[in-house]
C-alpha cells in the first residue's frame, strides 16, 4: 500500500465525510511546486483555493511569521492589542478604493468577513434584506450559506435560511443572460418581492469564483452602484477569491472604476495563514457596537505579520503585473487550444488576470455542461503531476489559479500537461 492509499483509508475512517477532500496528500510545498505523501512532485494551480498567490512559504512571509513568533503568537486583540493589526488597517484602508475615510476588522475567514460585512450593513442601515446572485459563493456559515446562490452542496439538508436574502441573476453571457436581464430582474424584484428601503446590502464577488470565474462586467458593477445609491443600499464587493493582486489589479472591483462600501478579503491576504477582513466606509464599519463584532483569533498576529509581508512583496516583486502576464499566458495557449480541430469540448475560455477558467461542453451549440469529461481532465492532469480545480454551477469549468511568483518555465509546463490531459481525456471518452 502507499502512503496516500494509507492516508486516504484513515481520512475516511476518521475525518468527516462532508468535508470535500481530493486525493494529493500534502508533505512539502515550496513556491509553485508540491510533494506528496509517496514523494510525487505537482505544480500547484491551486494554490490552496486562491490563498498561495505569493506562492507556497514565501521567504519574506516566513522570515515575518518566525520574527513574530519570537515576540508572542496571541493575545487576542480584544485584550491586549498590538500594533501590527492596526498597521494592516491602516494599509488595507489606504489601498481599498474609495476616496472616502475608511476603516478595518480583521477576522480569520473568508466566511466570517461576508458575516461581519452583512452585520454592520445591517447595523449602519437599520434594514434586514441582503440581496446576492444566483451561482454566487460566499461561505458555509449560516449567513454564508444563505448568500450562495447554489443549492447543491451549500444548501442541502441544512434546514431554514436566514429570511430576507434574495438572489438576482448574475450576468452570464455564455449562458444567455445579459447585463440588461439580469438588472431588469434585480429592478424588478426591487419592485415586486422586497421594499428597497427594507434592503441593506447587495453583496457581489466581481468575479464569481465557486460559481466559475464569471466575470461581472464593468457596466454591471456600475448599474449596481447606482442602484445602491438611489435607495441607500450598501455594495459589498466580496473579494475573498478575485482580490489581493489576483486578477492584475489588488482589488478585482478596480476594473471597474466604482468602490464598494464594505470589501471582503481573504484567501491571498496572508500567504497562508489564516486571516480576512471588511475595510470599509468609516461610518458603516464603525455603526456596529463595541463588543458586537470580533473574536477570540481575529487578526492572529502571524497571519498579521504574514500580510504585512505579503502586501510587500505584492508591491516589491510587481505581482499585479505579474498576475496579468501569466494570465495573458494561459489564456492565450487555451484560446488557441480551442480553435484546434477535435477541441469543442472547450465551450469557453473566460477570466481576469491569473483567474483563468475553461468551460467543458458536450457540443458548442447546445453548451451542455460535460462533467464527466471534466473530472477526466483534473484526474489526467493530476497522474501528470499538475493540481488543478474544477467549478462552476455545472460543475464543468477547470479553475487555473497559479502563485503569482509561478516561474514562467513551470507555467509553461502546467500548460504543456494540460494539453496532454484534455487530449489523453477527450480520446478515452470518444474510444468508450
Ligand atoms: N467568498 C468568496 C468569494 C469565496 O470564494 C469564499 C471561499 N471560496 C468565501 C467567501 C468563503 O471563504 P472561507 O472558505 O475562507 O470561509
Known sequence: MTATQDLKLRRDAAVATGVATRGIYAVRAENAELWDADGKRFIDFAAGIAVNNTGHRHPKVMQAVAAQSEAFTHTCFHVAPYEGYIALAERLNAATPGDFAKKTMLVTTGA????????????????????????????????????????????????????????????????????????GVL????????????????????????????????????????????????????????????????????????????????????????????????????????????????????????????????????????????????????????????????????????????????????????TGLTQAIVAEAEARGLIILPCGTRANAIRLLPPLTTPKEQVAEALDIIEAALEAAIATAAAA
Open 112 to 183: 466570517e468577513a461576508v458575516e461581519n460585512a452583512v452585520k454592520m450593513a445591517r447595523a449602519f442601515t437599520g434594514r434586514s434584506g441582503v440581496i446576492a446572485f444566483s451561482g454566487g459563493f460566499h461561505g458555509r456559515t449560516l449567513m454564508g450559506m444563505a448568500l450562495c446562490g447554489k443549492v447543491n452542496p451549500y444548501k442541502k439538508s441544512f434546514g431554514a435560511m436566514p429570511p430576507e436574502v434574495h438572489h438576482a441573476p448574475f450576468p452570464n453571457a455564455f449562458h444567455g443572460v445579459s447585463v440588461a436581464d439580469s438588472l
Open 187 to 370: 429592478e424588478n424584484m426591487l419592485r415586486s418581492t422586497i421594499d428597497p428601503e427594507r434592503v441593506a446590502a447587495i453583496i457581489v464577488e466581481p468575479v464569481q469564483g465557486e460559481g466559475g470565474f464569471v466575470v461581472a462586467p464593468a457596466e454591471f458593477l456600475r448599474e449596481l452602484r447606482k442602484i445602491c445609491d438611489t435607495y441607500g443600499i450598501l455594495l459589498i464587493a466580496d473579494e475573498v477569491q478575485a482580490g489581493i493582486a489576483r486578477t492584475g489589479k489588488m482589488y478585482a472591483f478596480e476594473h471597474a472604476g466604482v468602490a464598494a462600501d464594505l470589501v471582503t478579503m481573504a484567501k491571498g491576504l496572508a500567504g497562508g495563514f489564516p486571516l480576512s477582513a471588511v475595510t470599509g466606509r468609516a461610518e458603516v464599519v464603525d455603526a456596529a457596537p463595541v463588543g458586537g463584532i470580533g473574536g477570540t483569533y481575529a487578526g492572529n498576529p502571524l497571519a498579521v505579520a504574514a500580510a504585512h509581508a505579503v502586501l510587500d512583496v505584492i508591491a516589491e516583486e510587481d505581482l499585479c503585473a505579474r498576475a496579468t502576464e501569466i494570465g495573458a499566458m494561459i489564456t492565450e495557449r487555451l484560446v488557441a487550444l480551442a480553435e484546434r480541430p477535435g477541441m469543442q469540448a472547450i465551450g469557453e475560455v473566460r477570466g481576469l488576470g491569473a483567474m483563468v477558467a475553461f468551460e467543458l461542453v458536450t457540443d458548442r451549440v447546445t453548451n451542455a455542461p460535460d
